[in-house]
């Protein structure tokens, strides 16, 4: 069995890489009796966390077949992704019992209002402080050491600058082309008092979440990814789609 630990910036990368894992058969484990026991240091063994009851859980999503086993960990912040990776290496992936086991490691995050090649340079400096991985300065590359492979994929595509979202409205071209274009009518009659406030990503989260309640009223943006089709059999060849799936290819299944 191929393990892989992938860690994101938020919940909509966790559900954008699930998708790609259901098209291959690696669904969501639902149940701990079913989750391969080398994840276990993983699972809080608390509640609430640090005591705080408004804080969320700090647990990975995990996908698995009989060939693959894989943790998906939504950190909250570019800024934290090397500090749960060490951590995850320490308890997991390096132990002693698990260094003879093939791992996938497998870092996520949005480019924003960088290149990409920026964010991975970031990402790329605080990982030297990791002796045990190997440096990765191209996203979208994955690097092989001994049985391990890592790499760094930037969305929305490993070269421009933009997000997740952005990749996930391209798909709404081919698949909700009709309610992009209604979204977009809507979103020109918003009064500037509004957009005025709104951040440098956020008109592609409203384009989203508005395509998320017209498919069903009151479902955030996080579950729409993993229950309707912006990534699927139909977007597979949407350039930023395939980017990802390119990716997760050749981190873990290939």
């Keep these: ?46 509640f609430p966390p640090d005591g705080n009851l408004l804080k969320r859980v700090p647990i990975p999503v995990f996908f698995q077949n ?87 994929h930037v969305f929305p595509n490993n070269k421009n600058i933009g997000t997740l979202d952005d990749a996930l409205l391209e798909c709404a071209e081919v698949v909700y082309p009709d309610l992009l274009k209604a979204v977009d009518s809507y979103i020109e009659t918003i009064d500037e008092v509004y957009r005025k406030k709104w951040g440098i990503s956020d008109q592609s989260k409203v384009r989203l979440g508005c395509i998320a309640n017209v498919l069903r009223p009151g479902k955030s943006n996080q579950v729409s990814i993993q229950d309707n089709e912006w990534i699927s059999e139909k977007t597979m060849q949407v350039s930023l789609v395939s980017e990802l799936n390119k990716f997760i290819n050749d981190l873990i299944l290939n």
């Design 1 to 46: 069995m191929r393990f892989a630990y992938l860690v994101t910036e938020g919940p909509h990368d966790v559900e954008a890489i699930g998708r790609v894992l259901k098209l291959y058969g690696i669904k969501r484990v639902e149940k701990l009796e079913d989750l391969n026991p080398i994840w276990i240091t993983l699972i809080p063994k608390t």
């Design 66 to 152: 009989e060939q693959y086993s894989i943790a998906v960990h939504a950190v909250g912040g570019i800024t934290k992704l090397v500090k749960r990776l060490r951590l995850t290496l320490l308890n997991v992936i390096d132990k002693e019992e698990n260094n003879d086991k093939p791992f996938s490691i497998g870092i996520f995050a949005d480019a924003d209002s960088r290149e990409a090649i920026k964010c991975c340079d970031q990402i790329s400096e605080s990982l030297c402080e990791i002796e045990s991985l190997p440096e990765l300065k191209i996203p979208g590359e994955v690097k092989v050491l001994g049985n391990k492979r890592i790499g760094i």
